[in-house]
């Protein structure tokens, strides 16, 4: 297995060091892609994944009511645990082993709060844009269990009624815990797709290239790819549709 790519494949590389990012105190966060007040001209998106935010936020803090449309909201917490309201009924804890999806739609408001009085909670949250605009707001959260991505891929996000959370686009996010010097292959699952692949902890090899910690790459033009871990790795990656 080589973790090469073929020569009509297309790869872009995002070093952790290369994303935006502020420190409010409260929020300490990280943006691959342009966001808030850090703009980059090159970093605008990849396909239809818009957003992908590397948030820690301190006990009992958080964002208050805000408004989101016409997105596809996916927060994944790494540690901890966060504390959701909505203006459409729903409250709930968010925690380590769970995933939550809010297809925005016609419009929401929500809030999220560390649910700790003690502790940080560290949280992704990620934008794909829908399939179409207009639609009614969804909400959906799921749990994982983490021996269930050892060494293969969990699928987290998907838009099939398969047991994982379900997303209004043809988009797929999937997450290996992967041992050091084991090696995995990815099938995409779409047409016209692309992956953004992010380095969670630990080390991977792909594409040629070595990625560490919070490293991504971007690979399209391609249907399957391999992967060695260079340590112990967790990984999330992303497949959307490359046209948005």
Same mark, same amino acid.
């Given at each position: 297995?080589?973790?090469?790519?073929?020569d009509t494949a297309?790869? =872009?590389?995002?070093?952790?060091?290369? +994303?935006?990012?502020?420190?409010?105190?409260?929020?300490?966060?990280?943006?691959?892609?342009? !966001?808030?007040s850090?703009?980059?001209?090159?970093?605008?998106?990849?396909?239809?994944?818009?957003?992908?935010? #590397?948030?820690?936020?301190?006990?009992s803090?958080? !964002?208050? !009511?805000?408004?989101?449309?016409?997105?596809e909201?996916?927060?994944?917490?790494?540690?901890? $645990?966060?504390?959701?309201?909505?203006?459409?009924?729903?409250?709930?804890?968010i925690k380590s082993?769970?995933?939550?999806?809010m297809?925005?739609?016609?419009?929401?408001?929500?809030?999220?709060?560390?649910?700790s009085?003690?502790? #940080?909670?560290?949280?992704?949250q990620?934008w794909? !844009?829908?399939?179409?605009?207009?639609?009614?707001? +969804?909400?959906?959260?799921?749990?994982f269990?983490?021996?269930? +991505?050892?060494?293969?891929?969990?699928?987290?996000?998907?838009?099939? #009624?398969?047991?994982a959370?379900?997303?209004?686009q043809? $988009?797929?996010?999937?997450?290996?815990?992967?041992?050091?010097? +084991?090696?995995l292959?990815?099938?995409?699952?779409?047409?016209?797709?692309?992956?953004?692949?992010?380095?969670?902890?630990?080390?991977?090899? =792909?594409?040629?290239?070595?990625?560490?910690?919070r490293?991504?790459?971007?690979?399209?033009?391609?249907?399957?790819f391999?992967?060695?871990?260079?340590? #112990?790795?967790?990984?999330?990656l992303?497949?959307?549709?490359?046209?948005?």
């Amino acid at each position: 297995m080589k973790t090469t790519l073929t020569d009509t494949a297309k790869k =872009v590389l995002h070093r952790a060091d290369t +994303r935006g990012g502020a420190n409010h105190g409260w929020l300490k966060t990280f943006h691959s892609f342009s !966001f808030a007040s850090w703009y980059d001209p090159r970093r605008m998106g990849f396909g239809a994944l818009r957003v992908l935010n #590397d948030d820690q936020v301190a006990p009992s803090l958080g !964002f208050d !009511f805000h408004p989101h449309s016409d997105m596809e909201i996916v927060s994944i917490p790494l540690e901890g $645990a966060l504390r959701h309201r909505d203006n459409m009924g729903n409250e709930t804890v968010i925690k380590s082993t769970d995933v939550q999806l809010m297809s925005a739609g016609k419009g929401v408001y929500h809030e999220e709060y560390n649910a700790s009085t003690e502790d #940080d909670v560290k949280f992704l949250q990620i934008w794909v !844009f829908p399939r179409e605009n207009g639609i009614d707001f +969804r909400y959906d959260q799921k749990t994982f269990d983490p021996a269930e +991505r050892v060494n293969q891929w969990q699928t987290l996000v998907s838009p099939e #009624d398969d047991g994982a959370v379900t997303i209004m686009q043809d $988009a797929w996010f999937s997450r290996t815990t992967l041992e050091n010097e +084991r090696k995995l292959s990815y099938q995409f699952k779409g047409e016209k797709t692309g992956v953004y692949l992010f380095v969670l902890e630990g080390g991977v090899e =792909v594409g040629g290239e070595k990625l560490a910690r919070r490293d991504a790459i971007a690979l399209w033009d391609l249907k399957n790819f391999d992967l060695k871990a260079t340590e #112990d790795a967790d990984i999330l990656l992303i497949e959307v549709p490359m046209a948005s």
